[in-house]
């Protein structure tokens, strides 16, 4: 068993932090480095993304691929987000996030990975000290990188309605499943070019 955690302060009200780590695909944008890659794919939405919720997991692990399917199994509002793996390759799987407001403008974050490595010729090549560098090192950046997004400091995060959050998703698919962030940048040059039209 290896338990992995990070935690970062951001400059930032704790219902944004929370909001942003409620969608567990904005979190999987975060997490790329040389040696990870994580997509997150949304599958049951329960309401407000809450307990119940499934989500797919697609990792590349030093340039080994693993996928697991995971659940919602704590939410509670700007306290803490944990989902466990239901179907995978690990034995155990659990990440958490916690939230704890430091002032009006200031929040820590701690993401936790509790895992059990799966055995056999898997476990073999994904060295557990390397998988543990690597997540710790994947987790550090991807806190880093919600940081600079949530400060202002990255491209700005975007807060929408679970209904339109959804018809984005559908949009997201037609477009060959491109990042959430390509699919808002399309949709708003289409507003802008139809405004451009309106006031000639």
Not at 71 to 82: A, D, M, P, Q
Not at 102 to 117: A, F, H, I, P, S
């Amino acid at each position: 068993m290896t338990i992995v955690s990070k935690s970062i302060d951001i400059k930032t009200p704790i219902d944004n932090v929370f909001t942003y780590f409620a969608r567990p695909e904005h979190v999987s944008d975060q997490i790329k480095n040389d040696a990870i890659t994580m997509t997150v794919i949304p599958m049951d939405i329960k309401e407000g993304m809450g307990v119940g919720t499934t989500f797919r997991i697609i990792g590349n692990f030093n340039g080994k691929r693993l996928e697991w399917d995971c659940e919602t199994t704590e939410f509670v509002k700007n306290e803490k987000i944990s989902a466990k793996q239901i179907e995978g390759p690990f034995k155990k799987w659990i990440i958490t996030n916690e939230f704890k407001s430091l002032g009006d403008n200031l929040t820590k974050v701690t993401m936790t990975v509790d895992y059990n490595m799966p055995f056999g010729p898997l476990g073999a090549i994904l060295d557990k000290a390397k998988f543990a560098k690597s997540a710790e090192r994947g987790m550090e950046t991807a806190l880093y990188n919600v940081r600079g997004l949530l400060e202002g400091n990255g491209s700005i995060p975007v807060y929408i309605t679970l209904d339109a959050y959804q018809k984005l998703l559908a949009e997201k698919k037609k477009m060959n499943d491109v990042p959430v962030s390509t699919v808002l940048t399309a949709i708003l040059e289409k507003y802008a070019e139809i405004e451009a039209k309106a006031q000639n």
